[in-house]
Nanobody
């Protein structure tokens, strides 16, 4: 199971850190990803991290502002979000994928419940 937390309401330019705690699996055996879905839009890739944490990918829209990281000892993946913009408003989901890192929504087969991030202008 994946449990995302840390969402909330923040003003533009502010920061939030999302966390996703995993249970019931060998966390270090899974690449992890963050995705988001705004109302009326498809779910889109935000960031992903390899099993060891040595490889990361970001969407162009968040590159330089967001940082994904993981702590395998705590079975947790994080998304540090800085310089937030109103267009970052969405429900953010964490997801897991066995073995290799990916940027594709369809490549991830385990999903958390989502946490709402709202950025006001």
């Amino acid at each position: 199971q994946l449990q995302a937390s840390g969402g909330g309401l923040v003003q533009a330019g502010g920061s939030l850190r999302l966390s996703c705690a995993a249970s019931g699996r060998t966390f270090s055996g899974y690449a992890m990803g963050w995705f988001r879905q705004a109302p009326g839009k498809e779910r889109e890739f935000v960031a992903s991290i390899s099993r060891s944490g040595d490889s990361t990918y970001y969407s162009d829209s968040v590159k330089g502002r967001f940082t994904i990281s993981r702590d395998n000892a705590k079975n947790t993946v994080y998304l540090q979000m800085n310089s937030l913009k109103p267009e970052d408003t969405a429900v953010y989901y964490c997801a897991a994928r066995a073995l290799t890192i990916s940027t594709l929504v369809a490549a991830f087969d385990s999903w958390g419940q989502g946490t709402q991030v709202t950025v006001s202008s």
